[in-house]
């Protein structure tokens, strides 16, 4: 009953925490992650963070078609359209061209974006539900390749490194990694705690 009620735990806290703060999830959308000293980008005056919206008139909708673009653009003055702040910003970029390939480039790295969804009470339980049972088949998964590498190191090459042992965390790094949450995050924080009631739940079952 104990190891259930850890289960049930880490499902209701889960299903708290989506409720609360709601869940983070990937937009294909093309923000700049870096801009390149030197570059096309940064004579243009690209910042990090900007949300490419259109290039040389042709709308971007993704990190793959912000690349496409860009590569086949050609030389010459383009006009590139970027979301900062909440609003757009026309500017103009001059990509240059790559003797190694042919394609163009402006000097940026690009990385997909996050938004943050409410979600309805049933959700929340759904979600809950899901997420902690992707940690449970994680922690499957770990064990599954912990004593399958343990047995073939028995009994078929002792010089075979057991994988997993140096992902296992004592009670005193667990504590020193939730004394880093409760500094820096306290949704964090509340995930290690469903993390860990999931995975003594699970464990405490196994005998």
Same mark, same amino acid.
């Given at each position: 009953?104990?190891?259930?009620?850890?289960?049930?735990?880490?499902?209701?806290?889960?299903?708290?925490?989506?409720?609360?703060?709601?869940?983070?999830?990937?937009?294909?959308?093309?923000?700049?992650?870096?801009?390149?000293?030197?570059?096309?980008?940064?004579?243009? %005056?690209?910042?990090?963070?900007?949300?490419? =919206?259109?290039? /040389? !008139? @042709? +709308? $971007?909708?993704?990190?793959? &078609?912000?690349?496409?673009?860009?590569?086949?653009? %050609?030389?010459?003055?383009?006009?590139?359209? =970027?979301?900062? /702040? !909440? @609003? +757009? $910003?026309?500017?103009?970029? &001059?990509?240059?061209?790559?003797?190694?390939?042919?394609?163009?480039?402006?000097?940026?790295?690009?990385?997909?974006?996050?938004?943050?969804?409410?979600?309805?009470?049933?959700?929340?339980?759904?979600?809950?539900?899901?997420?902690?049972?992707?940690?449970?088949?994680?922690?499957?998964?770990?064990?599954?390749?912990?004593?399958?590498?343990?047995?073939?190191?028995?009994?078929?090459?002792?010089?075979?490194?057991?994988?997993?042992?140096?992902?296992?965390?004592?009670?005193?790094?667990?504590?020193?990694?939730?004394?880093?949450?409760?500094?820096?995050?306290?949704?964090?924080?509340?995930?290690?705690?469903?993390?860990?009631?999931?995975?003594?739940?699970?464990?405490?079952?196994?005998?």
């Amino acid at each position: 009953a104990g190891s259930v009620m850890n289960i049930v735990f880490a499902i209701v806290l889960a299903a708290v925490t989506l409720g609360v703060c709601g869940q983070t999830r990937v937009v294909d959308h093309a923000y700049i992650y870096q801009v390149a000293e030197d570059s096309p980008a940064q004579a243009a %005056g690209l910042q990090r963070g900007d949300r490419i =919206v259109s290039f /040389d !008139g @042709n +709308e $971007v909708t993704s990190v793959e &078609s912000a690349v496409e673009k860009i590569a086949e653009s %050609g030389g010459g003055e383009k006009n590139m359209v =970027v979301l900062r /702040d !909440g @609003n +757009e $910003v026309s500017l103009t970029v &001059s990509p240059r061209r790559q003797e190694s390939d042919g394609s163009y480039k402006i000097g940026i790295s690009l990385a997909q974006g996050t938004e943050r969804v409410r979600l309805s009470f049933f959700d929340c339980i759904k979600e809950a539900f899901a997420e902690v049972g992707q940690m449970i088949a994680a922690i499957f998964d770990f064990l599954g390749d912990l004593f399958g590498s343990l047995i073939r190191k028995i009994f078929v090459d002792s010089s075979i490194k057991v994988e997993g042992t140096d992902d296992v965390m004592s009670v005193v790094g667990v504590v020193g990694v939730m004394s880093v949450a409760v500094r820096e995050n306290f949704e964090l924080l509340l995930y290690l705690a469903i993390s860990i009631s999931a995975n003594l739940g699970v464990m405490n079952l196994l005998p």
